[in-house]
């Protein structure tokens, strides 16, 4: 009885039922050897993996959160089709946790002397970059008994940038900007501010903005109102020293920071200020200097997308002194750090006074919100200690604040959905108040 298929692989391995196949030693020796000339003959006949060529195109950044396409393209030189199962491999952190696998996984055929092209899709779970490893290819004959596999490495990287999930609340600060810088003038000159234009005196008109002269030409009370300056300049400082590393949520502080200083950025910039940013912990990790309007966040993202935090303690001095170096004449300085108690009393204040003597400070911090929900916990004892010692720390907190703004320093301490539009509020409130 002469056998094929998965009869002849079963009859070889000595598992066919009795009664279908009797079993002789001539029999096994011939069913044998028509396996082994079988998988000789489909591995002879499956396409040569080493020979074959791959190049790679697609994305090569993508916001955080967001999915990025990378096209591999394999040309099959050889006389022989392929058919085979590839594997394209990159970092764990490309998927979200259990979608690699049927993501990264491809079948394709490949006629002689063309080419496929397969896309991987990558949706990255963590900033930076993202490089490609390698491209594992199992090339199968054409019974599928025998294959060839080989590995090639297809350099390819894509950057995942910072999401900017806070660009959302853009438009409102744009229109209160546009509020402030020429519809509602302000009456109040301060250093920031320069001449708007003359208009009538109204019943509530600080006196002290009246226009003698222009009143002395003309029959009724003229007063003088006063706009924002523009060409401002602001320094961003991002603190990227272990304080930055504790998480609020399912991300670091660090990322919170970024995306309020990607809001003020792109909120001054639409003001025409001048924004440079500056990252530091022991060493300047990432500085952005001297950008125009259209290309100042597209350098901010690229800049952040590779920073994290770094577990050291913030030379508090060596970031003071590059930022003075950094901003040279009088600026808005903002401070993304922390507002814990012992790293600002024992680092920042003993160099604060150098900073405001030449710049306006505005120190922003990220705050916990669930510290806040622990403090209203009153369930058990458990709860009831734990909110003690968070009324403790939140104390400690509002204290080092007062000690900051005893320095002249404006202080913003936001959960990290708040902390973007609570710290463009800020500035806004300080241009309007000519502190610019």
Known sequence: ???????????????LPV???????TGIL??????ALACACDFALAAPVRR??????????????????????????????????????WPPSSWQPGTETPASRHHLTVPPGERRRVTTRLRPTRRGDRHADRVTIRSYGPLGLFSRQGAHTVPWTVRVLPPFASRKHLPSKLARLRELDGRASVLIRGEGTEFDSLREYVPGDDTRSIDWRATARQSTVAVRTWRPERDR???????????????????????????????LAALASRAGDRVDMLAYDRR??????????????????????????E????????????????????????????????PVEEGLLPVLSRLTQRHTVLLASVADPHVAAMATARGNADAVYEAAA???????????????????????DATPEDLAPALADAYLALKAAGRL
């Open 30 to 35: 011939a069913v044998n050897g028509s396996l």
């Open 52 to 89: 074959l060529g791959l190049s790679r195109s697609g994305d090569t950044s993508v916001r955080l959160g967001e999915a990025a396409d990378v096209t591999l393209t394999v040309t099959n030189p050889s006389g022989r089709p392929l058919r085979a199962r590839l594997r394209d491999a």
């Open 233 to 263: 300049h602001i320094l961003l400082v991002l603190d990227t020293g272990r304080t930055s590393a504790g998480r609020v949520g399912d991300a670091p502080r660090l990322d919170a920071c970024m995306d309020a200083a990607l809001l």
């Open 19 to 25: 009664g279908i196949w009797e079993p002789s030693w």
């Open 284 to 309: 300047v990790r990432a500085l952005v200097q001297g950008r125009a309007a259209r290309d100042l966040l597209p350098s901010l993202v690229d800049a952040m997308a590779t920073l994290e935090p």
């Open 1 to 15: 009885m002469a056998l094929t298929g998965r009869a002849a692989l079963l009859a070889a391995l000595g598992t």
């Open 390 to 412: 968070v009324a403790q720390a939140q104390a400690e907190r509002t204290r080092t604040a007062e000690q900051l703004r005893r320095h002249g320093v404006t202080v913003v």
């Open 311 to 342: 577990l050291v303690e913030t030379d508090s001095r060596g970031l003071a002194a590059t930022a003075l170096r950094t901003a040279p004449r009088r600026s808005l300085l903002v401070l993304l750090t922390s507002l814990d108690a012992a």
